[in-house]
């Protein structure tokens, strides 16, 4: 005889534990990391917090799975998922899409970047909306004009693409240069922003 006959538990109990689960474990300061999914027009996006800010954003290609894993050995290992405490995240997020808004108002983690890197991408908010930057001018505005493929780095792991836009960064020739949610869905926001 199965367990599952005996104690048979619907879907809502178990949401209703799993949110018990999650606030007892913020309310005694184990919850490290809450993430959650959503959808949008360039696929599915993972956000994921701390309680000092947005830690990251990742595009479905990296493996959620695996960015999970990364953040559990990055920042700590109580990774749980935790929609509502990302609501104000996925609602900024579905008003970008829907062309809504122009920038994130959001408290920022940034302890995935440090030195060069932070700095770079901490400047890449200065990019407006609907505007984009060359690698060149990016190194210039980050006081190290010859450290152009370091920025291209910089942007390249980039832990928050879209709250820090690193898609707004093009190549001296115009070229689109590489994106971590791919050459896709790095046309598709430059559209986006374009079209608003």
């Known amino acids: 005889m199965t367990t599952d006959l005996l104690f048979p538990i619907d879907a809502d109990d178990l949401a209703r534990l ?40 990742a595009f479905e290609r990296e493996g959620f799975d695996d960015v999970l894993a990364t953040l559990a050995e990055q920042v700590g290992p109580r990774v749980l998922s935790a929609p509502s405490r990302l609501d104000d995240a996925a609602r900024q997020f579905e008003e970008y899409f829907a062309g809504a808004r122009h920038t ?54 980039n832990p928050l693409p879209l709250v820090l836009p690193c898609h707004r960064v093009l190549r001296t020739d115009g070229s689109l240069g590489g994106y971590r949610g791919g050459a896709e869905a790095k046309e598709m926001l430059l559209a986006l922003e374009r079209a608003a």
């Open 104 to 157: 994130f108002e959001l408290p920022l983690d940034d302890r995935l970047s440090s030195g060069f890197r932070r700095t770079v991408q901490r400047s890449l908010a200065h990019i407006a909306y609907g505007r984009t930057a060359t690698y060149k001018e990016v190194a210039e505005a980050v006081g190290n004009p010859g450290a152009v493929r370091a920025v291209g780095t910089a942007c390249a792991t």
């Open 18 to 57: 799993h949110e018990r689960l999650v606030a007892d474990a913020a309310a005694v300061g184990i919850l490290e990391v809450s993430y959650r999914t959503v959808d949008s027009p360039i696929g599915g996006l993972l956000l994921a917090a701390t309680d000092d800010g947005l830690v990251r954003v």
